[in-house]
């Protein structure tokens, strides 16, 4: 799937900010009580897995980061 000509910047970020704040709150309840001892490796994890989504998609990272 690549980056659409249709699609804006505003409306892949959008959507990016979607699943990302998704996936966190499905991870904060299935982790419970264990959230906080977890969360900041889960985030990273899941803006990793955003990255590479983006990427597959076409989208290319400023500066090679």
């Given amino acids: ?3 659409s000509d249709r699609e804006t910047v505003a409306q892949i ?3 990016a900010q979607l ?3 998704d996936k966190v709150n499905i991870y904060r309840r299935i982790l419970g009580t264990f959230w906080p001892e ?7 994890y899941l803006r ?3 990255r590479e989504r983006l990427i597959a ?3 290319r990272p400023k500066h090679g980061r």
Avoid at 38 to 44: G, L, P, R, S
């Fill in 1 to 3: 799937m690549n980056v």
């Fill in 13 to 15: 970020r959008a959507q």
């Fill in 19 to 21: 699943w990302y704040d």
């Fill in 38 to 44: 977890h969360e900041e490796w889960v985030k990273a």
């Fill in 48 to 50: 990793q897995e955003l």
């Fill in 57 to 59: 998609r076409g989208w």
